[in-house]
């Protein structure tokens, strides 16, 4: 089983596959352009699916996708879908990592083709929870004319010169019926 996803992995049929999704349900109207949701949860491994044994152990290969987490072998999945829960794109990184950390690459992956002309890149509101409230971020989807819709972290901030960046509870509440992946 294992040969199997690796083979499927490095010969990306897991991205035609998911390209092939998109098409059609694009072209059905069932895939929401306009509001995208990300978020990532951590999953622990088995013992047994790690070379790097107790702690201690020799490091895992980065494309293992296994890390340390609260002491346990994790892997975390970053999704990031529409507001209606289909998903978009996926990335692994050891558990260890970030949330904010991933969220450029995952974003940067994105591509729903649809009708003639150049596949969808971007969305128009982004939502995320706290783990995703970060400057770099709200440049990114600047540079991008995205809007995110993120909870503030509790963290006191030097006030940022230009418009006050405000929080859209209704707008955020779709992502807690939409895409959630923890």
Known sequence: MYQRFRDW????????VLERLHVRLNQEGLIDLD???I????????RASSSAGKKGGPEEPVDHALGRSRGDLTTKIHMVC?????????????G???????????LDQVRIPGKPGRPRKRCRWLLADKGYDA?????????????????????KRKTKS???????????RQSSSGCSAG
């Open 82 to 94: 529409d507001a209606n829960g289909v998903p978009l794109r996926f990335l692994l990184s050891p």
């Open 35 to 37: 509001t995208w949701a």
């Open 162 to 172: 230009g418009l006050p960046r405000l929080f859209d509870r209704p707008k955020y």
């Open 39 to 46: 978020d990532s949860t951590a999953m622990r491994a088995i």
């Open 9 to 16: 992995r490095d010969d990306i049929t897991f991205d035609r």
């Open 96 to 106: 260890q990592a970030s949330d904010i950390s991933k969220v450029q690459a995952l």
């Open 135 to 155: 400057e770099h971020l709200r440049q990114y989807c600047d540079r991008y004319r995205m809007r995110p819709v993120t909870l503030l972290r509790t963290l």
